[in-house]
């Protein structure tokens, strides 16, 4: 179970600080049924910033995405790792920050494959990656990567009761 290790309220007007449980929990009941897109946010480079909608699921206590390998998300995390992955939840706008790395496992692939499948996107495990019958054209031809965030922080504001603004860590 994806814990933090600190908690900090970052709050300004008296409230609480929130509990991971609340960003946690409404990630793995909102993915994937839920209409949400999440941004991806890279370096190129060059240093210059780049950020892209993409389809992402949390599955067993992990935040996963897919691209394509010829998109500038995925030549971007080849070169540099880093990068946050944001969302606007019910009741919570979530920021994640770490390194997300490709995985080609098989048991993995065929895990999120059936989860993704669960949300309406039949995506079916094929040469390390995944292909459909449908995808976002910027995506380019299958097989597309999977990527899995390796969770390093993540910060909050919530924007229903009970209100506030939180940053969790997940690293000493």
């Known amino acids: 179970m994806t814990e933090p290790t600190a908690t900090h309220n970052l709050d300004q007007t008296g409230a609480a600080a929130l509990p ?3 960003a946690r929990d409404l990630l793995a009941t909102q993915t994937p049924k839920e209409d949400l897109t999440f941004f991806v946010g890279t370096v190129r480079p060059d240093g210059r910033p780049h950020s892209a909608g993409v389809g992402a699921i949390w ?3 992990t935040l996963y995405f897919v691209s394509g390998p010829g998109t500038r998300r995925a ?4 070169a540099n790792p880093a990068c946050t992955v944001s969302v606007r939840l019910r009741g919570v706008d979530l920021t994640l920050e770490g390194e997300a790395h490709r995985t080609t496992e098989a048991a993995t692939l065929e ?3 059936a989860v993704y499948g669960e949300g309406g996107w039949p ?3 094929q040469d390390e990656g995944f292909t459909a019958p ?3 054209t910027s ?3 299958p097989p597309w990567h999977l990527y899995r965030l390796n969770l390093h922080r993540a910060i909050a504001v919530a924007t229903e009761e009970p209100h506030g603004v939180t940053r969790w860590d997940f690293t000493g």
Request: proline share 5%; glycine share 4%.
């Open 111 to 113: 895990r999120v494959a």
């Open 75 to 78: 030549r971007n995390l080849a």
């Open 59 to 61: 599955v067993d206590e």
């Open 20 to 22: 991971w449980s609340r």
């Open 123 to 125: 995506a079916t495990v």
């Open 139 to 141: 995506a380019g031809p």
């Open 134 to 136: 449908f995808m976002a």
